[in-house]
């Protein structure tokens, strides 16, 4: 078995015969020569490694395919076209369309038959169409091992073989898992997806701590138990429950299993579910693939069997989409679920991040590949070419969850925040964030009424969540000793990273043990609403300024009975857009309210000091006229009246009250004036069997996102990360000054 040999920082390149930096394309590249000389039995003599292909556009430095395959070492030695092109990529960087096309072109130029584009987390194979570049490019399943390279037939039976997507594959393994649970153990269906979660969580752990990348096979579980059964104690723990543990306290800061949990079903069920999914190693398996199969095994699990709903996707881009969240904002979902809104929030601000490291390598490019490349001397040329690999491998450091200072980690380690008051739901939102490429550390179990760690008042700029509604907070249900967090060394880690906020913020449940949970919100006192306080939450949540996208039922904020709500609500933020959608959309998840989508923007502190003024001048001069006017209303009653004409007075003096008042607001609102705008769609991209339709949610995004960037509803103070060249090495510019983003 070929292996890579990695030494002092230096890989080996067996193409080459020497030894190379060690750099994260470099290592993806030599994985992947291992693997066709392992698993397809190529030898190293058909194969050529940074390979010049005919390339006649300006701008692009020489086109070098990254592995080069041929059909012999002779055709190789005759520099005939080779079979194979192979782009390589780094791991953590996500392959993008373009990218396929730069294989794509460079295995056409070359005129290949097959081209392969991996960061060996993802590998995909294309097949190539001589003499034209498609629009689209046709997916197929595998490249032809070394033994049928000169068969045309079996050639061109592969060439034939479009590929299906595994991430199907992958969902419908996840269900069948749990229907061996439930078939074996007898278990319910929840509790069936709990044990589900555990086994995805120990697989997690196995695949990220071995660093040969080896999946948590049936047989690596074998080999590991038979290890373990020789020193295993008498009364020691069964292996699976040992590696049960051994991920407790890997995760043991997610808080995402109690102390005593264990592994609730017999060992061999355990075995045969590592079995159904060995086929995919979790580290290594793309986000895109891992992400929606998860999401699709949740659908179909939860939906189907455990009686909750989720927030449909078309809603949720759309809404994300409204809000159009910036790196470095701070996002939370106070009622998380299963982390659908974090996780588009997440792709959402990721996809700007790599949008701008694509555009930076383009300005390299045009940097380096100018006029003057094309008069270079040969050598010269490489020496160029290894510079601009050489900036690209440092600018993707920026995309590389596991670099401390890299603009992914700090997005997924820093702004990413959520609670929801079931435990499996927490659970769920944490798996299927890491499915999705992490982000899952600041997903709690909490009631998302509480504070808790790093989500508390006035923190966020951008809140998206869909509350439960429909339900009452019960007026017994008091805050107690158990709401309290108490663990002291995470206190102390929570206190470095918050500051005093953090201690303050503690103080909501520490200094009210035994108090009503209404008390804690002024709209307390008006409803016992789940949704109604769920407003007033995420309005406390905001910082001055920041935007909140919530689905409540159809005119929460119409009802006469919660004008005070209302009232409250335009006291502290704008309404900057109110969307009412048919009750289909959520007919296909099991809810039945008709909802709408609100939009709000709590007050700036300018705003809100705008405010206050120009309330406290209008309820002036409302006590003023009710002063006046009152005291006439008095006058025209005796000066000893009868009980009737006391009741007629006092009803009367109501009546000027509820006018005056009445005429401020309306004042106050002519004063502190703004657009409302108000939509109404049709169809929302899902009917009421969950079948993809017609979206008017996409126009309306599109035309409410010009309206309001020319009404400046918000500034993006957020500016464009910049970057420089300074003595050939790049930089990330912060406040003008150079920094180092990779490395140690």
Known sequence: MMQVEIK????????????????????????YICRLVNDYGFSLEQMGQEIKVSNSQRGQGRAMADI?????????????????????????????????????????????????TSNIKETRIFKVIKGNIPKKLEEIIDIPKADIVNNEKKINDLLKQTKAFTRDEFSKLLFKCHNIIRNNDKLSPEAAFDEISKILFIKIRYERSNTGAQIFSKDNFKKAKESYEQFKPKDGKEFYQFLFEQTKEDFKDDDLFEASEIIRIRENSFEAIVEELQIYNLSTTSDDVKGIAFEQFLGRTFRGELGQFFTPRTIVDFMVKVLDPEEGEIICDPCCGSGGFLIKAFEYVRAKIEQEIHDEKERIKKLYFDDAFDKMPEKEKERVDEKVTELFSKLNAELDINNEKSRLRVLSYDCIFGTDANPRMSRTAKMNMIMHGDGHGGVHHKDGLLNVNGIFENRFDVILTNPPFGSRVEKSLKISEGDKYTDEARIIKYRQRYGKAYDEAQKQVNNNIGKPLLSLYKTGAMSTLTEVLFIERCLNLLKPGGRLGIVLPEGVLNNTNLQKIRDYVEGVAKII??????????????ATVKPSLLFFKKFTEEEQKQYKHIVKTEKATEAALYKVESEQIIKSFPDKPTAEQKKDLKEKLKQLETKLDSKTKQKIKERFNYQIPIAEVEKAGISTTGAAIENELEPLEEEFTAYRKANKLWDNVLQEVKYEIINEDIFRMELGEPISFYGK
């Open 577 to 590: 857009l109110i969307t009412s959608i048919p009750q289909d959309v959520f007919i296909a998840s099991g």
């Open 68 to 116: 080069v395959i041929w059909k012999n070492p002779k055709d190789k030695h005759d520099s005939k076209s080779p079979i194979i092109v192979v782009e390589c990529k780094a791991e953590h960087i996500t392959i993008r369309e373009d990218d396929y096309f730069q294989g794509y072109n460079y295995a056409s130029w070359a005129g290949a038959d097959f081209f392969v």
């Open 8 to 31: 002092d920082n230096k890989i080996f390149a067996p193409l080459l015969g020497k030894y190379l930096v060690l750099k994260p394309e470099e290592k993806v590249r030599q994985e």
